[in-house]
């Protein structure tokens, strides 16, 4: 792919892409090509087909050819590299979470550095790692397939890339799905949709308060109250005293704050299946007795690539406000007081406060022009990307779309929470093109 698609007869980036065919002798003819598109920024495409690619490929009956690639900057894909140290590339860095006592002093010096070392060594590479540049790069890899439409399954920030490629080329269209979208607002994109966390942890946790105060879990010793309005005091009064003193970890030199209480958490509320695992940390974590095992994903920084990354694509795809840093301090402070599951960290400040831009980016609105080809699956509580937000991309797209809210919680909804009637809306959607007739309810 072109590095600058103005210039494509320019320097050149290698795109990782993968090819399922549809499956003969099924007795389904062939529908065409459906593209998955991945979250994040930084879900690889190639390892999501792999994933999913056998559950898609029966759930349709083999009747498209599936398809992905990996965004430039991700997995197989032209990588670049800001250079970051590794403290600065754990996920609790990346996250801008406060200090224990409230105060952001560290998380400005860190974004400030991070920005820094970005612009210095990132290059143009870094710099062209946008949802636009991989819009494009999607159109290209299907006119490389000989397609004249593509179809499309894009999940959380690849919602919005997809509706983001519905709005640029509406006629390349067939039959597009955006399950779990976050609000589009060109003004924030990124930026709001961290900012609606806040609000998706507290639709989310009482599904997990429900589970872990259930009688059931007495047999499998994850039972953490007696009811459920007593597991949320419980939790976050574990990481209050995290913050305080926190806990030797048997990874040996990162111990367990309630920062990382608070991040495994936020990880945790994606899916049920992650209930447990949460569960066990809370209870080791509580008990002075126990060896306290961190989930994987806090025991090593990120890789340096895949930090450059995260931070690269949400930095450049909008100009952030140049918020001062009082009012960061007092947006955290309110946040803080008012969701205590996220603790100042979704609006709190971010290396995109001080990233140097070559050209004022230019967010694409979402609007209701195009064809009425689009099925959107959403949770009612959803922990990243909430249902207030997504009701906003599907005001943005008018009749183009249909939305189907399902009672399930959760992030990632097809195929992914065993929830059948989200399941069979997308599935007869994308064999029959048939739609609920307007917006339509699933129960759990």
Not at 156 to 164: F, H, K, L, P, T
Not at 205 to 232: C, S
Not at 268 to 273: F, Q
Request: proline share 8%; with cysteine.
């Amino acid at each position: 792919m072109p590095l600058d698609h103005a210039d494509p007869a320019g320097r050149q980036l290698d795109i990782a892409v993968t090819r399922l065919p549809a499956a003969q002798g099924t007795g389904n003819a062939r529908r065409g090509t459906l593209i998955v598109i991945p979250g994040g920024p930084g879900g690889s495409g190639v390892q999501r087909l792999t994933q999913k690619g056998a559950a898609l490929r029966k759930e349709l009956g083999g009747a498209y050819d599936l398809v992905a690639m990996d965004p430039r900057g991700v997995g197989g894909s032209t990588t670049a590299s800001c250079g970051l140290a590794p403290e600065d590339r754990h996920l609790t860095s990346l996250r801008s979470w406060p200090a224990a006592d409230g105060s952001i002093g560290e998380n400005i010096a860190r974004s400030r550095r991070t920005a820094a070392a970005c612009a210095r060594n990132g290059g143009p590479v870094l710099r062209s790692f946008t949802t636009a540049n991989q819009v494009r790069d999607m159109d290209r890899f299907r006119a490389a397939l000989g397609e004249e439409k593509l179809s499309a399954w894009g999940v959380s920030y690849g919602a919005y890339v997809g509706a983001v490629y519905a709005q640029s080329f509406p006629e390349r269209t067939d039959r597009w799905v955006l399950d779990s979208s976050g609000d589009p607002d060109p003004r924030k994109v990124a930026r709001g949709w961290l900012a609606n966390m806040s609000r998706g942890a507290d639709d989310r946790f009482p599904d997990f308060a429900a589970w872990a105060a259930h009688p059931d879990r007495d047999r499998e010793g994850l039972r953490l109250a007696q009811r459920a309005e007593d597991v949320r005091p419980l939790v976050t009064g574990l990481a209050a005293a995290l913050d305080r003193a926190p806990r030797a970890s048997t990874t040996p030199g990162i111990p367990l704050t309630g920062n990382g209480l608070r991040q495994a958490l936020q990880n945790a509320l994606y899916a049920d299946a992650a209930f447990p695992a949460l569960a066990r940390l809370v209870r080791t974590a509580d008990d002075p007795a126990a060896d306290v095992a961190l989930p994987p994903e806090l025991t090593r920084p990120v890789p340096d690539t895949d930090a450059a990354l995260m931070v690269a694509v949400v930095c450049n795809d909008v100009a952030w406000p140049r918020t001062s840093m009082g009012d960061y301090r007092r947006a955290v402070a309110a946040d803080r007081a008012a969701h205590p599951l996220t603790a100042g960290m979704p609006v709190n400040v971010m290396p995109c406060s001080f990233w140097k831009h070559d050209t004022t980016p230019k967010p694409v609105r979402i609007t209701p022009a195009g064809p009425s080809n689009i099925l959107m699956l959403q949770s009612r509580r959803d922990p990243a990307t909430p249902l207030s937000g997504a009701l906003k991309m599907r005001a943005a797209l008018g009749d183009r779309a249909r939305l189907v809210t399902v009672e399930q919680g959760g992030h990632g909804l097809y195929l992914g929470t065993g929830n059948a009637c989200g399941n069979r809306a997308v599935t007869t959607f994308l064999t029959t093109g048939k739609r609920p007739a307007q917006d339509a309810h699933c129960p759990n």
